[in-house]
């Protein structure tokens, strides 16, 4: 309950302020009756239970507030307490009563004036007419006291954390460039300004004319204007000082939000050009009120598709529905069918009946036996029955139907959810499988680069004798002893007398599986006659040689890989005295084959290629080839070639997966012996084979050292070996070469030049090799290397 001072008539409402003193400001006259802005102020009704009245004050007792309790800011000022103001009537008799009046504020948000009347509490309605004071407002609102004033509700703007109430005034708004922040609707801050007006008995808002005057407020537009030189009218800041709670920190801040640091700096015109401002401030709510449209949009967008769905939806319905009802209409036909062929039977039975009835006039009886008619109608009554039974029963159905079609509705939509969750994780496992195979083919080539794109191993043919001019110190070192001497080599592996088949085969292994990742391979056998090239390569039916071990595995790699399907075809031909025979042709004895060259690939058109898919397959072949190519015997090895054999392997694999098509080749070479023609004693047709097989070894032999050299020009013409090779010894393949060597002592000499030949292809670099992959469109461009 607000205590009141009680004064005589005429005081006005004082404002308890005891150190305020200074000079009366040249004020306006008080108003009378209500103002535009009263009207305002009483149709919004502000809850102002912090309250300071000024202007109110009688012209002796209005103090100037000190410039200190200015500055000591809102906390201080909101603290000073307005007390009720008092006025007096004059009682009946004469004499003085004095008046304490009272403010309450009902939970409405109405302020009403309340006063003391001859011992009743009353206040003053809207039509500022005297009314009781409803007991039950006690609990519906609050007497506005200095403890209720100086509670200190108010809360600067510059608060980081605003203790704010917790009730319906608290929310969040979206502002562009800060997102969401919280607010509160401080109602009590705005329009607070308010004088006591004593005839009304209430209080009155200030026009903002007035309110420029009243010092407290004139001090603080002065302040605003001190720090915002560019901000001159004042009646603008005086607004702005109503919203902010009289706070000028907050009124600063403001505009230097919305206009910026112009106004910083005083306007040579005196003030910044307004309409600029106000543009700006229009601009700002436009953009405003289009996001709030772009949002309605979007809204509106997602309300349309969910129509234009549910429609979708709908019309499905409807047309299955039309469809059931269109059956059930066909049955419900059938059935009045039915139900009319029973009448008409009922009907063509009492039909027949009647003719046996005598005329009327005579008999007295009824025209059909009642027995009959009992039977009749009790059928019909039992059609009439089952009638009904059958429209349940059809009802019964169609409600079944439809809850099924419900459930399967809902089965549909899960099994198309699952559906399109199981695509995700597909594509997701093909996109982790492909990146993996990539990874892991470029890891396992990477460690082949390292070890080298040309290896070179050294084999030493078994021997029945005990004497040796070759001693093996370690696995990739081995020493010649000859006349005293020895020489020691290098190679990538040597492999003793004593290797078996299959450890000369994991040599060559990881290179060979190269040939499925789209790599051009290339294993060549180099040696003397009889040194054991052809068992290394060939081998036996019982120990197959590299070859025949590389092609199984190649078939067994290409089996293991589900996801990628290959084609297999295998040529062979044979370099007899520098002319190409097709091995496998069909029609021997035709005209001997040419090499084109194709860009960097090289190609023997006409050469047969036939696909392949088992061993088998690939064992007949190589049988075939085998029979036609010429074997001739010399003086040192009957069974002895006396020319280059060349088996070619093309494999192309297209990967399901990622639609990818690779091609690689794997070209095994098995050469003629380099001999000393001295030695073979070779003449006639021997001899013009072994200047043949020697010119084009020799041929091998200068394409290497000018690799080896790394010269410009490599003579891979020189001969046909040499040229048809040219693929998978200039760079862009992966290349094993075995130098088979014969321990015999005797066979000394030419195990020195063998080794010396492989020596100089081990300094060789090929550079790095390519993968012929392309995508399975563009198969087109992919290389080729032996046709
Ligand atoms: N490592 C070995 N173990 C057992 N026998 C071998 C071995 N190397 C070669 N031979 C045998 O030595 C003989 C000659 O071998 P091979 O025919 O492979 O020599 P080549 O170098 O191919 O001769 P050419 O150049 O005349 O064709 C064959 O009877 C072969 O079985």
């Given amino acids: 309950m607000g205590s009141g001072a009680s004064v005589n008539e005429g005081t006005r409402p004082e404002r308890l302020e005891p150190g305020e003193a200074g000079p009366e400001p040249a004020r306006p006259p008080t108003p009378v009756g209500r103002s535009d802005d009263t009207l305002q102020a009483e149709e919004e009704k502000p809850d102002s239970h912090m309250m300071e009245v000024r202007s109110l004050k009688s012209e002796e007792s209005y103090t100037q507030p000190k410039e200190e309790e200015e500055e000591e800011g809102e906390e201080e000022r909101t603290t000073h307490t307005v007390l009720s103001p008092a006025v007096t009537e004059t009682g009946t008799e004469g004499e003085e009563v004095s008046l304490d009046f009272e403010s309450f504020l009902h939970n409405n ?5 309340c006063f003391n009347h001859h011992g009743n509490r009353v206040y003053v309605d809207e039509s500022q007419n005297l009314q009781p004071f409803p007991k039950e407002w006690n609990n519906q609102g609050r007497f506005i006291t200095a403890s209720t004033e100086g509670s200190g509700q108010l809360q600067t703007a510059a608060s980081s954390q605003p203790a704010v109430r917790e009730d319906d005034r608290t929310g969040s708004v979206y502002i562009q460039g800060k997102g969401t922040v919280m607010t509160y609707m401080f109602e009590e801050r705005v329009n607070v300004c308010r004088f006591w007006d004593p005839q009304s008995g209430v209080w009155l808002l200030l026009p903002l004319q007035w309110e420029i005057n009243v010092e407290f407020v004139k001090a603080r537009v002065q302040r605003v204007m001190s720090t915002l030189p560019g901000l001159v009218d004042q009646k603008e800041i005086t607004a702005a000082l109503r919203q902010c709670n009289y706070d000028p920190d907050e009124v600063a801040s403001v505009y230097l939000t919305m206009f910026g640091e112009i106004l910083l700096q005083a306007s040579p015109s005196g003030d910044h050009d307004y309409a600029d401002l106000n543009s700006f401030r229009a601009l700002l709510e436009r953009d405003r009120v289009i996001e709030d449209l772009r949002l309605k949009l979007q809204t509106k967008e997602k309300e349309v598709d969910n129509l234009f769905q549910r429609s979708s939806y709908l019309a499905r319905e409807v047309r299955y529905l039309t469809d059931v009802v269109q059956h059930l209409n066909q049955k419900l036909a059938e059935l009045e069918a039915d139900q009319q062929e029973a009448r008409e039977k009922i009907r063509s039975l009492l039909n027949r009946r009647a003719p046996a009835v005598p005329p009327a006039r005579t008999v007295t009886k009824p025209a059909v036996d009642p027995g009959q008619l009992r ?85 030493c043919r078994k021997s029945p004798t005990s004497s040796s001019c070759l001693e093996k110190t370690d696995d990739q070192e081995v020493v010649v002893v000859q006349r005293g001497s020895r020489r020691k080599f290098h190679f990538d592996k040597v492999y003793p007398q004593s290797s078996s088949q299959e450890d000369v085969f994991a040599g060559t292994l990881p290179v060979i599986t190269s040939c499925v990742d789209g790599y051009n391979v290339c294993i060549l056998a180099y040696g003397q006659t009889g040194s054991g090239k052809t068992y290394t390569m060939m081998g036996s039916k019982e120990n197959p040689g590299v070859n025949i071990r590389s ?60 696909q392949v898919q088992t061993e088998a397959d690939i064992l007949n072949v190589m049988e075939t080839g085998e029979k036609n190519r010429k074997i001739a015997s010399t003086k040192m090895n009957i069974q002895s070639s006396r020319s280059h054999l060349v088996v070619a392997l093309e494999v192309e694999g297209s990967d399901e997966v990622s639609g990818l098509t690779s091609r690689g080749t794997l070209t095994l070479c098995d050469l003629a012996g380099s001999e000393r023609i001295s030695k073979t004693e070779a003449e006639g047709q021997r001899l013009v084979e072994a200047a043949a097989i020697n010119k084009s070894l020799t041929a091998l032999g200068q394409v290497f050292s ?55 292809i081990r300094q060789v670099s090929l550079g790095r090799a390519t993968q012929n992959i392309v995508p399975a469109k563009n198969n087109k461009t992919a290389k080729q290397t032996t046709n």
Wanted: aromatic fraction near 4%; proline fraction near 2%.
């Fill in 109 to 113: 948000g109405t302020l009403y004036s």
């Fill in 375 to 459: 039977q009749v109608s009790g059928l019909t009554r039992e059609l009439n029955v089952s009638n009904k039974q059958l429209r349940s029963t059809v009802g019964q159905a169609m409600t079944d139907m439809k809850n099924q079609l419900e459930q399967l509705k809902g089965a549909v939509g899960k099994l198309a959810q699952v559906e399109q969750e199981a695509a995700g994780e597909v594509e997701e496992l093909r996109s982790l499988y492909r990146r993996e195979a990539v990874e892991r083919k470029s890891l396992y080539n990477k460690l082949l680069e390292l070890q080298g794109n040309i290896r070179v191993f050294c084999r």
């Fill in 551 to 610: 092609i199984r595995e190649l078939l067994r790699i290409c089996a293991e890989n589900e996801k990628v399907s290959y084609t297999l075809k295998i040529s062979m031909l044979e370099i007899y005295n520098d002319t190409l025979n097709d091995l496998l042709t069909k029609s021997p004895g035709a005209a001997a084959l040419d090499i084109r060259v194709q860009g960097k690939s090289v190609a023997v058109p006409g050469l047969t290629r036939i």
């Fill in 706 to 760: 000018a690799l080896k050299c790394n010269a410009l020009h490599i003579p891979f013409r020189n001969s046909k070996l040499t040229h048809l090779l040219q693929p998978c010894l200039s760079g862009d393949a992966k290349c094993c070469v075995f130098v088979n060597v014969s321990p015999d002592v005797k066979d000394a000499v030419e195990t020195l030049s063998t080794l010396q030949f492989g020596s100089t």
